[in-house]
């Protein structure tokens, strides 16, 4: 079993995913932006490397202006190399990753021009997984799409044109479950015809259900039944409905008790859960560590070395709590670990606390840094305690600073980014 996230990552830095707008779009900039941008995919996938995880979804903002007309670049030759580098190192650490178009490309669409546009966006998304030399395991995600006042003659509609996607595309398609519109059960109808798999989404389910109603196992098994040997292992999507937001809306972080009580429901030690959920990468690690077959307290304590400034500016007690509760070296208190980092997070910041954690991150360089550099940060630190100035400005000195002193320890450290 695979946990894994989407497109982006928290904590690592110049993993940030650029864009151009279509006034700049000239084939000079096109070709920076592009490079940035698979440099920043390189970091994100030697991070999952490093942290064992195996699932990942890459932006679809990858290459900007992908599939329009914007943009004539050759860019998979242009880039041959970063291509080939970063696919060598996918494929060497058995990572699976998959695209998952957004709203707008819309496969069933009755208006021609929007058809031929979700044709054109199809074949970018697999052209990016074939030049990485991704196989069919790795896929694309799409929704059914809209229904136009007739579901049945919709659904025909995606199976005609889905007849008109290259062979490739239709290698790699795979369908999913939404919160409006198709249930699970249009969803593996729809599969079942087009001999393609179907992706169940808990939270979609559960805000639109089918009428028959099903638990999460029961679509789940029904779901897998569509999946074959050349598709992989099953993919499921998993998210938390976020309080007081709108129906569909994620959660900031995956609740760690709820998620295991979807995933005691599990019968299949192969099927891979995609979690949508804001903290991206941090959730996959939580989730990862609270269902390893291999539970070492060296897990929770590379954790804390990230969380650990983050939550002293959050909360002074729970920091000493959390401290506490780590030094029992025989014991892996996974639940009570994370209980306290999200009832930290959970807590708005205090002046006072602010001022503890910048002062103990401060102490990496304090002793190194110039007179300037020592005046600035007594400027900001003063300017943040008459509110004159803000934290943020103070955070992003010392981040500076981290870099320039090359303190590797904090720029892993999500106190900078949380």
Same mark, same amino acid.
């Given at each position: ?92 650490? @058995? ?33 990016? =997984? ?9 896929? *694309? ?31 790699? =398609? ?14 593996? @109808?729809?599969?079942?015809? =087009?001999? *393609? ?73 192969? *099927? ?12 996959? *690690? ?18 804390? @070395? ?101 303190? @590797? ?10």
């Amino acid at each position: 079993m695979s946990i894994g996230y989407a497109c982006l990552n928290i904590g690592t830095p110049n993993t940030n995913i650029r864009s151009v707008m279509q006034r700049n779009a000239t084939p000079e900039k096109l070709t920076e932006v592009t490079a940035h941008n698979l440099e920043a995919l390189e970091k994100m996938v030697d991070y999952n490397i490093a942290n064992d995880i195996s699932l990942y979804r890459i932006s679809s903002d990858l290459i900007p202006f992908g599939s329009s007309p914007v943009n004539t670049l050759d860019w998979p030759e242009i880039h041959k190399e970063d291509f080939e580098r970063i696919g060598a190192k996918i494929r060497n650490s @058995g990572m699976r990753v998959s695209l998952h178009p957004g709203q707008y490309t819309v496969l069933n669409s009755p208006t021609e021009d929007v058809v031929e546009r979700a044709i054109i966006n199809l074949v970018y998304h697999d052209k990016i =997984l074939a030049v990485l030399g991704s196989d069919t395991t790795n896929k *694309i995600v799409l929704h059914v799409g809209g229904i136009y006042g007739d579901k049945e003659a919709a659904l025909n509609r995606f199976a005609e044109n889905f007849q008109s996607l290259p062979e490739a595309v239709q290698n790699r =398609l795979i369908i999913e479950n939404d919160d409006r519109l198709y249930n699970i059960e249009d969803v593996l @109808g729809l599969a079942d015809r =087009l001999h *393609i798999p179907a992706v169940y989404d808990n939270l979609h389910h559960a805000i639109n259900p089918p009428p028959s109603g099903g638990s999460d196992p029961y679509w789940i098994a029904e779901a897998k039944k569509t999946w074959k040997e050349v598709d992989g292992n099953q993919k499921i999507h998993y998210s938390q409905q976020a309080a007081g937001k709108r129906p569909g809306a994620h959660t900031d972080t995956i609740q760690l008790e709820t998620f295991l009580k979807f995933y005691d429901q599990l019968t299949d030690p192969t *099927i891979d859960i995609m979690l949508e959920v804001k903290d991206k990468n941090l959730s996959a *690690i939580k989730c990862q560590n609270a269902t390893t077959a291999a539970p070492k307290l060296l897990l929770l304590e590379k954790e804390w @070395g990230r969380y650990k400034y983050a939550i002293l500016e959050k909360s002074p007690a729970i920091y000493q709590s959390i401290r506490t509760l780590l030094k029992d070296k025989e014991a892996y208190p996974i639940r009570e670990f994370y209980y306290l980092i999200d009832t930290a997070f959970a807590e708005e910041i205090r002046p006072g606390y602010a001022e503890n954690a910048a002062a103990h991150v401060w102490g990496y360089f304090k002793k190194h840094v110039t007179d300037a550099e020592r005046r600035q940060y007594e400027k900001n630190l003063a300017s943040y305690r008459n509110g004159t100035g803000t934290l943020a400005i103070l955070k992003r000195q010392l981040f500076r600073l981290a870099e320039k002193y090359e303190a @590797g320890y904090l720029l892993q450290s999500l106190y900078f980014y949380l």
